[in-house]
């Protein structure tokens, strides 16, 4: 029902900073504002891990490798949610995936890269 699309990666140096966007673009208001959204990432070789999850509520959850670094949160008025991404390092590239779930709805995005580079 909902269409992910992910923007803001690209190439940052060691320890500076990202914001990643991700937006629905079908669903609506109502719909989205009741779904878990979430941010994942996989690394070349890496199975994929759990970044950052944000409830309806505003509830939020951390991999461990990036509390303290990461701040997920969302606007529903917008449709968004956003991963702000400080102190990078280059253990953190990879392609980050948007999620949106809810029941046994699912839904992820194509994928942005995020690469760190020293």
């Known amino acids: 029902q909902g269409q992910l699309v992910e923007s803001g990666g690209g190439l940052v140096q060691l320890g500076g900073s990202l914001r990643l966007s991700c937006k629905s673009s079908r669903a609506i208001l109502s719909v989205f504002s009741n779904y878990v959204m979430g941010w994942y990432r996989q690394a070349p070789g890496n199975q994929r891990e759990l970044v950052a999850t944000i409830s309806p509520y505003g509830n939020t959850d951390y991999g461990d490798s990036v509390k303290g670094r990461f701040t997920i949160s969302r606007d529903n008025g917008k449709k968004s949610v956003y991963l702000q991404m400080n102190n990078l390092k280059p253990e953190d590239t990879a392609v980050y995936y948007c999620?949106?779930?809810?029941?046994?709805?699912?839904?992820w995005g194509q994928g942005i890269q995020v690469t760190v580079v020293s």
């Open positions: 999620k949106s779930s809810a029941g046994n709805y699912e839904n």
